[in-house]
């Protein structure tokens, strides 16, 4: 049973940081694509950030280039946002995703390639 739990998120002023963490239990992080996305009230849920299971490439949001990271540590099987320079449009629910499967830069943004989900943790950014 695959599980991701989030965690990090809170209040911050706009211009501020925010590291958001998601821990994988089930599966090892390394064979596992990952995702972040968001979800503000009535909005639809956006693709923020994704990264393959192997060669660990890379994708991004157009809203988010430049000033977000994802990262993960296979030892600690803990998947990464860091988040700079963050604007008060950026306030939403942030949800991790994973899937078993191989998903390249285009794939990443596909909220149906994802197989599990994890609760979302909040992030406010005050103006």
């Known amino acids: 049973q695959v599980q991701l739990v989030e965690s990090g998120g809170g209040l911050v002023q706009a211009g501020g940081s925010l590291r958001l963490s998601c821990a994988v239990s089930?599966?090892?992080?390394?064979?596992?694509?990952m995702g972040w996305f968001r979800q503000a009230p009535g909005k639809e849920r956006e693709f923020v950030a994704g990264?393959?299971?192997?060669?660990?490439?890379?994708n991004y949001g157009d809203n988010v280039k430049d000033r977000f990271a994802i990262s993960r540590d296979n030892a600690k099987n803990t998947l990464y946002l860091q988040m700079n320079s963050l604007k008060p449009e950026d306030t939403a629910v942030y949800l991790c995703?994973?899937?078993?499967?191989?998903?390249?830069?285009?794939?990443?943004?596909?909220?149906?390639?994802?197989?599990?989900w994890g609760q979302g943790t909040q992030v406010t950014v005050s103006s």
């Open positions: 995703a994973a899937t078993s499967g191989f998903l390249g830069t285009r794939g990443q943004s596909q909220r149906s390639a994802y197989a599990y």
């Open positions: 089930g599966r090892t992080l390394s064979s596992t694509s």
């Open positions: 990264i393959s299971r192997g060669d660990g490439r890379t």
